[in-house]
Each structure stands twice: as C-alpha cells, then as structure tokens.
C-alpha cells in the first residue's frame, strides 16, 4: 500500500497510510451541507423583521371640539374605507420585500395625543384587515376640545423618529380649523423634525350650508393656512375634503398620491437603494 513520508523521519507521524487523510466521502459531505443549510434557515425569521422599509406613514385625526360625533365617527370609518380601497391596497402591497409601515393617532390639546393604531408593517392582505378593524372597533376618548397643530406635529415627528431606518417618512396631519392653543405649527423648531420628514395635510371644510354654518366657503383660507404652516419637505401637499362626507374618498386621494410618489421617486433614482441608519436620519 502507498504510503506518505513525512519530511522528519523522527516524527511518529513519518508513515501514514493515504486513506487516512482522504477526503471525506461524499455523502458525509452533502449531510453535513444539508445540516448547515438547516441551521442558517433557523435565522431567517429574524431577518424577515429586519426587512428594509420603504415608507413609513403617520396619520394624526384631528378630534377637537369642533368634530361632533357623527363627524369622528365619518372620519375614522373614512379612513377605513381608504385602506380598503383596491388601488389603495395595490399600491400599499406593490413591493413585499420593502413594506410600508403605518401608525394612527388622536389629537385635540396640547397633551392630547393618543395612538389608536401602533407601527404596524403592511406586508398582505391580513395585516390591512388588522388595520382596518382596529379603526372600526375604537370609540372615541375622553380629549380637550382644543385645536393644538403645533403639539400634533410634535407627536408625530415622535412617532416617526422609531422608523429611521425607512427609505422614506411622511407625517400626515389632518383638521377642520387652524390651531388655537399651544406652539403654533409655525413656530416648531426644524430642529425638531427629524430629517427626511414629510408633513402633509389634509384640511375638512365641515359644516352646514343649510344652517348657514360658513366653513364651507373658507375651505381655501385653511388650505393656504395649512400651505403656509403646517406642511413641510419638498413635495408637500394639501388634500382637501369638502365635509367629512367627502373624508373617505380624500384620503384615498391623498395615500395614492403619497404611496405613487415614493414609487416614482424609486424608478427616477430619489429613493435610496439602502436606508440611512437612524443616527443619519434623526
């Protein structure tokens, strides 16, 4: 039988026969593959909740005293039938290993903000009806009836702040009257938006043209209010609601037109391929 000399021929090792340092048999080698194929598969749900994010989307509903009960309810179911929208939906679903991730909250004073909806990543079908349910199934609570902007956009930009790792984060601020109490919109420090930011308005002219209610007619006088401000980023934008009757189709208006500029944005090259560490974005 060939044998191998080693070099010193003190050592113990100077003959040894070639079949004890063969290569391993095949089908060790594949059991050992397919064991290590098996391990790795075990970390993949950890980085499935790692997966990148390409918007992260914050809707503040505004709850003061000025939106009566038929009124919040129109708004929340509103807002509902927007997510349940086909077109919604598709654009919501059009990129699964880059989901959008959602949250929704309350806000009236100025320590009146309350989140109804928690982040939650829209990766199918099952996690909009969670969504959905949630914003059908809340009953409203206990707020000042005050009009506070300037807290609200604090609020958000709270919110937002959890998802620095998103491609994209947009604040979306909808009401039926300027602010009345606390900072003013105006006065926010920019220091205090996190970078990146969209704010984006959707203004409600809620009222009665029958019992001469007016805020109808000054539907354009909160539009340029908000204009002026409340929203904030390039590409801002007021959508506008001609009642809370008219809420559900725009905020459908509003989220195709967020959800079809981020994908626009990616085709054109503004969308970043990998996200900014939140320290970046902060």
Wanted: proline share 8%.
């Amino acid at each position: 039988m060939m044998v191998h000399r080693d070099q010193n021929p003190g050592s113990p090792f100077s003959a040894r026969r070639i079949a004890d340092v063969s290569p391993t048999p095949r089908r060790a080698v594949i059991r050992r593959l397919t064991a290590l194929g098996a391990t790795l598969l075990t970390l993949l749900p950890p980085l499935a909740a790692h997966a990148a994010c390409r918007q992260a989307l914050a809707l503040g509903l505004d709850v003061s005293g000025s939106v009566d009960g038929h009124e919040y309810r129109l708004q929340l179911d509103g807002l509902a039938t927007a997510l349940s929208s086909p077109k919604v939906q598709e654009a919501l679903l059009a990129q699964p290993d880059a989901p959008v991730r959602i949250t929704v909250y309350e806000w009236s004073g100025p320590r009146d903000q309350n989140v109804i909806l928690p982040w939650l990543t829209i990766n199918d079908i099952n996690d909009l009806n969670t969504a959905i349910g949630a914003l059908t199934a809340h009953r409203r609570q206990p707020a000042a009836p005050t009009t506070a902007i300037g807290a609200a956009l604090l609020a958000g930009f709270a919110l937002l702040r959890e998802q620095g790792t998103c491609w994209r984060r947009t604040l979306d601020i909808s009401g039926d009257g300027p602010a009345n109490t606390g900072p003013r919109p105006q006065d926010i420090d920019p220091a205090r938006q996190p970078r990146g930011v969209i704010v984006n308005g959707l203004v409600v002219g809620s009222g009665d043209l029958i019992t001469g209610d007016n805020r109808f007619a000054d539907i354009k006088e909160l539009s340029s209010y908000y204009r002026r401000n409340v929203i904030r980023g390039p590409g801002a934008f007021v959508e506008t609601a001609l009642g809370f009757e008219d809420y559900a189709a725009a905020m459908e208006r509003k989220l195709l037109r967020e959800l079809r500029s981020l994908a626009i944005g990616a085709v054109d090259g503004d969308t970043p391929i990998f996200p900014m560490s939140p320290s970046a974005q902060n």
